[in-house]
């Protein structure tokens, strides 16, 4: 569940399924986050820090293009 907020004023947002994504705007800023993710069930999750990100960008630019039709 996406949720906004703290405590009881947390408010969900969002539902997040099989292969969607959340947390990628830290990969380009040093921005607070403005929303948290809580497992409702069991899962696998995958993560890339921002050092390893820069690095598959400059090897690979086409990824950002990749990127922009996600979002």
Do not use: N, W
């Not at 705007?25 to 999750?45: G, I, N, Y």
């Amino acid at each position: 569940a996406v949720r906004i907020g703290r405590g009881t004023a947390a408010k969900e947002i969002a539902q997040l399924k099989s292969g969607d994504f959340f947390g990628e705007m830290t990969l380009f800023d040093d921005q607070p986050r403005s929303a948290s993710v809580a497992a409702l069930t069991d899962c696998t999750l995958l993560s890339l820090d921002r050092d390893r990100f820069s690095t598959l960008i400059a090897q690979r630019p086409v990824v950002l293009l990749h990127m922009c039709k996600m979002f």
